[in-house]
């Protein structure tokens, strides 16, 4: 196509020029650049939330496993001293009951009845 057939649209009115062209198209990255600035500084407090409210949950988590170790020795230390009660009152009771065993053999061997046998007068 010859050059002299393309139409001079340079003085028609409204028509940019090539360098007001560009200058629109320089504001429009600037502006861009600027709202990704804007979201980038966004994302980083955001991020930096998420990091800190993490190592609060984490340090909140140290401290909950902490007392549920601490719980947890505590409950064997008691289930420790339940087991010796109770060890010590089977034995007492196996004692007791031996002796109450041995007495009745004796009131037995001494009167001749079965002071088992002998229902309590009411």
Known sequence: MDPHEIEDTSDWLGCPTELQTCRHFLRMYENEVQELTLQMRKARE??????????????????????????????????RNTTEIETKSNWEL???????????????HLTGEDPRLKLPRS
């Open 46 to 79: 955001d991020i930096f939330g998420l990091v800190q409210m993490h190592a609060d949950v984490s340090k909140e988590r140290d401290q909950l496993r902490a007392e549920l170790n601490r719980a947890r020795a505590a409950l064997s230390d008691v289930r």
């Open 94 to 108: 196996m004692a007791m009951n031996k002796r109450v065993s041995e007495l009745y053999d004796k009131i037995q």
